[in-house]
């Protein structure tokens, strides 16, 4: 079963990137700090501006400009684990974040269950990268960014903000106390299991020591 979950999720990953690399996508980012699509995410004037200013001063540092070289000649890496090329931008930031958020989530729910550590990291990994590459961290982060930073009141993006970090923190705090819980119960189950043989074979020594004994 572990197998198959394995060769499953790595097949998935395969078919995915395969049509990655077939299917040409244009990647249309804008060229602010935001770095968020240009379809469908509409900016203010003031942001746009204030974005596109940040990060033309942010390359006029040396130390940033070789690091933002430096990525981006392995972009095509950041295409396939986050499903979006290399930009200096906010997106990618948050995608990476989510990213991350993510894999912790499900490595911790797998541990749950009769997965090994590292066949649960490796699942989790496959599952992250495919969940990258559907696009679903891009439709996220451009959805938050268009909150934040597109037409709105102030207060509903304070509100938004407190709610979105709510409740990332309760669902990894609420997954990770559920994997604690089953680890303490599987523990418990194994003793428990290994009280009962140890019993058992007491028994069988005993009736066997009782058996020798009649005979003789």
Known sequence: MKKVCVFFILGLLA?????NLVIAQDSLLDNSIFGVSAEGVTL????????????????QNPVIMAIDSFFNAISPLFSILFGMPYSLSLALLLIIILW???????NNALQMSLFSKWVSTL???????????FGLFSMIVNLIIQ???????????????????????FVFLFIKQFAKQMKENKKKRKEEENRLKLETGAKVGEALSKAVTQDE
């Open 15 to 19: 078919i995915s990137l395969f049509s």
């Open 44 to 59: 203010t004037s003031d942001w746009k501006t204030w974005g596109i200013d940040l990060k033309n001063n942010l390359l």
């Open 100 to 106: 991350i958020y993510s894999f912790l989530v499900i």
């Open 123 to 133: 699942i989790s990994l496959g599952i992250v990268i495919l969940l990258a590459q």
């Open 147 to 169: 909150l934040f930073f597109g037409e709105n009141p102030w207060y509903v993006k304070v509100i938004l903000g407190l709610v979105i970090v709510v409740a990332l923190v």
